[in-house]
């Protein structure tokens, strides 16, 4: 039987009939389409379109910033809580339950990203995280403050696979690499406001020992709901949408965002564009992806995995602890702490700002070993002048801010890594199992380990933890210079070819 052609103006689409005797399959599996989406959206220039997205969906590393932010700076709040009376280990346990939620929420909705959507998981994830925030202000004990940030950082880790995604797919690939950075390094502004909170709401002229903690835990709820609003105007990624059998679907919304950036229709430029023939599907077995990443991509796979493993150490195991660090070793007040987190958050900020450009000119390669590298030695070095106690609040709290100025690009490199280094079909995936892995070996141990070390009262054993995490930075830093890819200025489908490709 002669292949069908469709009408639509944006690709061609070839239908066999099934043989006789074969089975029937469902629509979106015997298709096999001609299509330049991925060219069309890659061929953009930036635009408001492209601001809105970052954002609406940026917003959930602001999210993560300002909670990791208030567990640390109400740490010694939740110690001196008249109805918690929180230890240095419930602290600890409580923020490993978060990361562990962080953890099993990246996987389960990892998976449903890539089988149901990008659009839908990000309302959900958005949904489980401001529930499970204003949740944790009602907290009575020690088992229910743990059980409520388990489910924020459920939602959180969701959020990361469905946004990560998504504009990792709308994003030109030309600004890809930068924007990704700044998105990542958004966290800080979250971390920022946080402070802030913490320094108005834990003020005990304004409100009492057991109220200003939980009052701070519903800044993260308000802002949920203007995020909420805001990713009403976000489309579903076109490029899920070609594979996934909703090729005329894809194609409208390309249009309408072409014809928002450009203001007129781009047809004739986009018939000169490259295309690529795919056959569609509605899911891929967990066998498929397993194979892609364990085996088709195994070198890639090692990549990932070591960044992400060492940045969540690094990052969890220092700034879970952060305000217990300054407390117990240099007698700053609770109340106080978000002073010192504002000028960290901007070390923060400013590195993926002066350095996101340089991945994508001098190239991933480069820039990953660098930054990494340098984080670790910087580490070691302070943490050796902070175990000879040389270091006030102060010149600790600067030291902090020069190592995370390198540290946050590296950290935000580790999620563009395992973001588009694989392909579409278990992209979602992909950046939920690393960051999974990474985080429950690098993040959830690392707040526990360092709040028993902190219980020490030794400053040895600090830094013990400090040189762990600073060798973890270093092994990262080799393998990208080994086996790093150039990613930079190409197309996601240049870097790692879908699954559904017909060659």
Known sequence: MAPRQATYPHLRVISSAPQSGEPTREPSDDRIIETNIPARLDDLRWSPFHTRVVLALGITWVLDGLEVTLAGALSGALKQSPSLHFSNLDIGLANSAYLAGAVLGALGFGWLTDRIGRRKLFFITLALYLSATAATALSWNVATYALFRFLTGAGIGGEYTAINSTIQELVPARYRGWTDLMINGSFWLGAALGAAGAIVLLDPAFAGPDVGWRLAYGIGACLGLVVLIMRMWIPESPRWLMIHGHPDEAHDIVVAIEREVTGHDREARANALPKMKLRMRDHTPLGEVARTLFSVYRQRSLVGLTLMVAQAFFYNAIFFTFALVLTDFYGIKSDHVGWYIL?????????????????????????????????????????????????????????????????????????????????????????????????????????????????????????????????????????????????????????????????
Request: charged share 10%; aromatic share 12%.
């Open 343 to 503: 000028p960290f958050a901007a070390g923060n900020v400013l590195g993926p700002l002066l350095l996101g450009r340089l991945f994508d000119t001098l190239g991933r390669r480069a820039m990953i070993t660098f930054t990494y590298g340098v984080s670790g030695i910087l580490l070691a070095l302070t943490g050796y002048l902070f175990s000879i106690g040389v270091l006030s609040a102060q010149t600790q709290t600067a030291a902090w801010m020069v190592i995370f100025f390198f540290a946050s690009p590296a950290a935000s490199a580790a999620y563009l890594t395992v973001s588009e280094n694989f392909p579409l079909e278990v992209r979602a995936l992909a950046i939920a199992l690393f960051y999974a892995i990474g985080t429950g070996i690098g993040g959830v141990a690392g707040p526990a380990l360092f709040g028993a070390l902190l219980d020490s009262g030794a400053r040895s054993a600090v830094f013990a933890g400090y040189l762990f995490g600073a060798a973890l930075m270093g092994v990262a830093a080799l393998v990208a210079w080994r086996y790093a890819i150039a990613a930079e200025r190409k197309s996601l489908e240049q870097v790692a070819r879908p699954l559904a490709v017909m060659e």
